[in-house]
């Protein structure tokens, strides 16, 4: 599967712990993007990466809230002391993005998310 | 704030009918749309897009329109079949530098009855 996947799929955690999810986006995208989705809502925009820098992060993403794509491949988003409104689908998605020549159009592709659940 | 939202939550259709999905947008700066499906327990997938330089583009089966005039779009599905069952969001996205951060709609649930 050359897909965006995620791990781990789910995670359940007690309230004040930390989590990790990680994302491997497609190879050769340059951009990464990670959303979170609670139920019966639209997926919300947290942050995203061209290649290795992190150019925009949501004001929903607390000081609690860190990202980060060392290499430029995979991500990970780290959550300190989670708390019950924590929990939600946490999405993401790869992007090729080129200023000019041919593919490159910027199509989100999602991965199936990593599902937190804080007791 | 400016935001998209959706005027059905839900549409129930038979097999074979077409449906169409409406959603509104308020943010007259977007200038790129996208409609998704979302399956239970799954990532969105793409459906098909369109920029604000057009008013309407099909892919297969699928067709959207958009009217920027009243800031609405729509997403029209021919001959619907079972397996298009699921949950459709339109997304809008002002391009630029902020290309990818995108702005979801609530949702529509779309049932198809064999």
């Known amino acids: 599967d050359t897909g965006v996947s995620q791990d781990p799929r789910h995670k359940i955690t007690k309230r004040g712990q930390n989590v990790t999810f990680r994302c491997d986006p497609i190879s050769e995208h340059n951009r990464l993007y990670w959303y979170r989705q609670t139920l019966g809502q639209g997926p919300e925009f947290l942050t995203y990466?061209?290649?290795?820098?992190?150019?925009?992060k949501s004001r929903l993403l607390s000081d609690r809230f860190s990202a980060e794509r060392p290499k430029g491949s995979f991500s990970t988003l780290e959550i300190q002391r989670t708390e019950q409104g924590d929990s939600a689908m946490y999405l993401c998605?790869?992007?090729?993005?080129?200023?000019?020549?041919?593919?490159?159009?910027?199509?989100?592709?999602f991965g199936e998310g990593s599902r937190l659940t804080v007791l | 704030g400016e935001s998209v939202g959706l005027h059905l939550p839900t549409l129930s259709v038979q097999e074979g009918d077409n449906s169409i999905i409406n959603c509104a947008y308020s943010n007259s700066a977007s200038d790129y749309f996208i409609w998704y499906k979302q399956e239970s327990g799954k990532g969105p997938q793409f459906i098909i897009d369109?920029?604000?330089?057009?008013d309407k583009r099909q892919g297969q089966r699928v067709t959207v329109l958009l009217n920027k005039t009243v800031k609405h779009l729509s997403l029209q599905i021919a001959a619907t079949q079972p397996g298009d069952s699921a949950v459709y969001f339109c997304?809008?996205?002002?391009?630029?530098?902020?290309?990818?951060?995108?702005?979801f709609g609530q949702g529509t649930i779309l049932t198809v009855h064999p």
């Open positions: 997304a809008e996205n002002k391009g630029g530098t902020s290309y990818g951060k995108l702005t």
């Open positions: 990466f061209q290649n290795e820098a992190q150019l925009e």
């Open positions: 998605a790869s992007s090729l993005l080129r200023a000019s020549g041919p593919g490159g159009t910027g199509e989100l592709f």
């Open positions: 369109i920029r604000s330089n057009m």
